[in-house]
């Protein structure tokens, strides 16, 4: 709808987990490594934690897309919340398993083991991922505890990738849950993007899409949606996708703070009260009475990343 009005090829902010939009700054590229050597190596468990919106997921898709061999196996679980019974009967499924595997426990485990090592002697590895790995049951924790526990002398047989939001350390944090913590091996978290790096974000799927960051936000609309999103990738998605809609129905380019102060109302976003009166001030006072400076090499950052000049 907008495209031809701000110079764009597609819309840039859809949330939907495109790797041509893939954007990587330190934390999310640690996260991203650590997905690929989880996937990649016969270790045990490895957990991945974060905010809901921080770009789990779309790592997750990547590490995946990256570590594909043919010898390997991934199995992906994206719904976790499942009865031991459906459990087995989909990963029966998602290892190609006869089908009278999934129809019992013990069914399964027989020809899961079997799979398991021809699949090894033939140099592949086994793995099975779980995404919103929050909403396992504690019946579901136990089983996966139970199916890493299938090894070799020398090998672990399968891999396990947890993917989930903060409240996962938490359960993991529970004494009846403390056998599956202690195999975790490999833990990282993300965390939301601080001001510079959620400016470098929009400027980079800008890019993608074909345009120029500064024809579409204008600095002070950038530290907006910072203040509204607090640095997550997919709010700040949503913000600056109403933003262009809203922009483009009053026919305004670059996108200003006063109409991205008006997609936060909507969207009951709360940003300070200066956007109140439409005014762009990132000195204001915060709730605390005390200023919350921009320096000015942060000021020149976001500058330079809406130019272009940076690509970061």
Not at 49 to 58: H, I, S, V
Request: with cysteine; charged share 25%.
């Amino acid at each position: 709808m907008y495209e031809q009005f701000f110079g764009l090829q597609e819309r840039p902010f859809q949330l939907t987990p495109n790797p041509r939009f893939l954007f990587l700054n330190p934390n999310h590229r640690e996260a991203l490594a650590t997905l690929r050597y989880g996937l990649s190596s016969s270790l045990g468990i490895t957990l991945v934690l974060g905010q809901a919106g921080t770009g789990k997921t779309t790592l997750l898709r990547a590490a995946l897309r990256a570590e594909h061999r043919n010898e390997h196996r991934h199995a992906l679980l994206t719904n976790p919340a499942l009865a031991p019974a459906d459990f087995f009967e989909l990963l029966a499924s998602s290892f190609n398993l006869p089908a009278e595997a999934g129809q019992t426990k013990a069914r399964f485990l027989l020809a899961f083991e079997r799979d398991l090592l021809e699949r090894h002697r033939a140099g592949g590895l086994t793995t099975l991922v779980v995404d919103e790995a929050q909403s396992l049951t504690h019946e579901l924790f136990e089983e996966i505890r139970l199916l890493a526990n299938l090894e070799t002398d020398t090998h672990k047989l399968v891999n396990l990738v947890l993917v989930g939001q903060p409240e996962l350390a938490e359960r993991l944090n529970e004494p009846s849950l403390r056998q599956f913590k202690q195999r975790v091996v490999l833990r990282c978290a993300l965390e939301p993007l601080d001001l510079r790096w959620t400016a470098s974000y929009i400027a980079a799927r800008v890019r993608v899409a074909g345009g120029v960051a500064a024809d579409l936000f204008t600095r002070e609309a950038v530290l907006a949606i910072y203040e509204a999103s607090g640095g997550i990738p997919r709010i700040i998605g949503v913000i600056c996708e109403n933003a262009l809609l809203a922009g483009y129905a009053k026919q305004r380019k670059p996108v200003d703070r006063p109409v991205v102060a008006e997609v936060c109302r909507d969207l009951d976003l709360r940003l300070r009260d200066s956007e109140a009166e439409g005014q762009a001030n990132p000195d204001a006072p915060d709730d605390d009475g005390e200023v919350e400076t921009l320096s000015e090499p942060l000021r020149s950052r976001i500058i330079r990343v809406f130019s272009g000049s940076s690509r970061n």
